[in-house]
Nanobody
Framework: QLQLVESGGGLVQPGGSLRLSCVAS????????MGWFRQAPGKEREGVSC???????NYGDSVRGRFTIYRDTAKNTLYLQMNSLDAEDTAVYYC?????????????????????????WGQGTQVTVSS
């Protein structure tokens, strides 16, 4: 059974940091492109970052320079290190697998339906940035 389980969300003050984790089971994470997405109340799903099987990293414009995506192959776990958080980062964050080695364009929020060909998805973890 393919499964992704996120953790690490919480309440953080503006300017703070959080690290999200996504543990994969049922497949080898490094063989696929893996993405982080987020969705705030009343907003469309947004692609945050994607890492390809080969290790190439992609970031959305709103998080580039502040967030870092990486993985630990021994733990079969994907991470998202988030620094310099602000209120605009408040959302439910999801990890998902793209059943291909490359991220392609479907992770990118500038394209229609970001994440449409990603499967499975985790259950999400809430990140709230507030003072």
């Amino acid at each position: 059974q393919l499964q992704l389980v996120e953790s690490g969300g919480g309440l953080v003050q503006p300017g703070g940091s959080l690290r999200l984790s996504c543990v994969a089971s049922g497949f080898t994470l490094e063989n696929y492109a893996m993405g982080w997405f987020r969705q705030a109340p009343g907003k469309e799903r947004e692609g945050v970052s994607c890492i390809s099987s080969g290790g190439s990293r992609n970031y959305g414009d709103s998080v580039r320079g502040r967030f870092t995506i990486y993985r630990d192959t021994a733990k079969n776990t994907l991470y998202l290190q988030m620094n310099s958080l602000d209120a605009e980062d408040t959302a439910v964050y999801y990890c998902a697998r793209r059943p291909f080695a490359l991220c392609g364009l479907t992770w990118d929020s500038s394209k229609p339906s970001p994440g449409a060909d990603f499967d499975p998805w985790g259950q999400g973890t809430q990140v709230t940035v507030s003072s």
